[in-house]
């Protein structure tokens, strides 16, 4: 098997990741707990169900910190990729989990629209105000870290989802206070989860498609098979697995049947060409190929096995 580790390798993580990740972890259980306390006391469904959402973002963000941590840990003989996955495990958990309590509040919102109750509104004012600053600063910290990753990025989507219901619930909050419109509590809570429901989705798409490795969206397979037979000596290439480690590496792996019978030297050389090819034409960063003279096994471009 010629294995070729081309060295295109890219690693951006940047220290600061942990860091905020942990501040964002203190401030928002800081708010779960105050939310809570004030959610029973005032009645208000969109002040606890805010709670509960925060709740929820402080376990995926614990999970996003853990995985952060792991990911930096070497590669050993029992994973030999190391914990280079971690991270896509907890982006897809986390979107998971926002679908699952976004589910939740509209369950609830819907029952409290059929049987609207007062609310003391002071209490869900000065709360909201404290989530919105809280849930603020962390989305502050984690805005360049949500560039990264899949990882980041969902417990960046947490975090906003946070403010913006922060702030849900101050509207609310006043409407309330001014008007005594307390279906409004409930309306609050419905949109908030409908927004949820939507940026869980898309993450939750991207990551079970790598968990499945499943060929990256952008890379046509056919495209490489065609870029690797332009070269002279190449007959033709079958047995073809593309896939995603994690975000930053894609692997490629296939059989090439050779014109001619040539030797190891001749193929090393072909080798570094496919490499540089097919790294600077589709982004892969490691290849595994398999010479083949004249062999008589089927040269379907996907291996049925």
Avoid at 66 to 89: H, M, V
Avoid at 189 to 194: D, E, K, R
Wanted: overall charge negative; hydrophobic content about 45%.
């Amino acid at each position: 098997m010629g294995h070729s580790h081309n060295h295109h390798h890219h690693h951006h993580h940047a220290p600061t990741g942990g860091r905020n990740l942990l501040i964002s972890i203190i401030l928002n259980l800081i708010i779960t707990i105050a939310q809570a306390i004030g959610g029973f006391i005032s009645g208000s469904l969109s002040l606890l169900s805010d709670a509960l959402h925060n709740l929820s973002d402080v376990l995926s963000l614990v999970v996003s910190y853990i995985a952060n941590r792991l990911t930096r840990k070497e590669a050993s003989l029992n994973k030999t990729f190391g914990y280079r996955r971690a991270e896509i495990i907890a982006a897809f958990v986390n979107s998971a989990t926002l679908i699952v309590v976004a589910a939740f509040l509209i369950k609830e919102a819907v029952e409290r629209f059929l049987e609207p109750q007062p609310i003391v509104t002071g209490i869900v004012i000065w709360l909201s105000i404290l989530g919105i600053l809280a849930n603020g600063l962390s989305v502050l910290l984690m805005r360049a870290d949500s560039k990264q990753n899949m990882n980041m990025r969902s417990a960046y989507l947490h975090l906003l989802t946070d403010m913006m219901a922060s702030v849900a619930v101050l509207i609310g909050g006043i409407l309330m206070y001014y008007f005594e419109l307390y279906w409004i509590d409930p309306a609050l809570t419905i949109l908030i989860a409908c927004y949820l429901i939507y940026m869980g989705y898309d993450l939750l798409k991207s990551s079970t498609r790598v968990l499945m490795l499943f060929s990256p969206n952008h890379i046509r397979v056919q495209e490489i098979v065609s870029s690797i037979c332009e070269l002279e000596p190449v007959k033709n290439v079958h047995h073809v697995h593309l896939w995603q480690l994690n975000e930053e590496s894609v692997h490629l792996e296939a059989h090439i049947d050779f014109q001619k019978d040539i030797n190891l030297s001749e193929f090393e050389a072909i080798l570094g060409e496919i490499e540089e090819k097919v790294y600077h034409e589709f982004g892969i960063s490691h290849i595994s190929i398999q010479p083949e003279f004249g062999k008589c096994d089927s040269k379907r471009v996907i291996a049925h096995h």
